[in-house]
């Protein structure tokens, strides 16, 4: 695990709860749970985009033939309407990819803030969740706006670890 220098400056029990906030999430392997689903993205956007890419020489290069009742084949047709349904197919399973790696990040970010309530810093950890919230930056960046859609926000961590500690 590697800290920053910053973290010298936060109190003990918020560096306790940020530091079993962290090892929960590694004993729990979130990590690899979080490569898997990217190496799956990966091989499945490979395999499309592969696709779509001879559809697409179809689409642009491909002839005609006629076969022997006399009905006529187009590759050109048959490519384009491969690469539509390909790229549409892709899409749609790019979006659901993002909603199941959002719902399992989610997950384990609740599961290890409980895990930190029941190690007594919940009031730590609501701390730093409020200081990191109010450290945002004004500006907008896209991987932050990406970080924030998958991650839960702010004010629902800190709803639930107030719900585990009544």
């Known amino acids: 695990m590697i800290l920053s ?4 400056d936060v109190n003990e029990d918020v560096f306790d709860a940020i530091i079993e906030h962290q090892l929960y999430q590694i004993s729990k392997r979130d990590p690899d749970t979080c490569l898997l689903l990217i190496g799956c993205n990966l091989v499945i956007s490979c395999i499309a ?7 697409g020489f179809f689409a642009l290069f491909g002839s005609y033939s006629v076969d022997i009742f006399g009905d006529i084949h187009s590759e050109k047709e048959n490519g384009a309407l491969v690469l539509i349904i390909t790229g549409g197919m892709l899409m749609v399973l790019m979006f659901a990819k993002i909603e199941v790696y959002k719902h399992a990040v989610k997950k384990h970010i609740f599961e290890a803030d409980e895990f930190v309530v029941r190690c007594g ?3 730590a950890q609501i701390l730093y969740i409020d200081y990191i919230k109010l450290s945002g930056s004004d500006k907008w960046n896209p991987v932050e706006s990406i970080r924030l859609y998958i991650r839960p926000d702010a004010d629902s961590r800190i709803a639930q670890i107030e719900r585990l500690m009544a």
């Open 5 to 8: 220098e910053g973290m010298g």
């Open 49 to 55: 985009l592969s696709i779509m890419a001879i559809a």
């Open 121 to 123: 810093h919940g009031e």
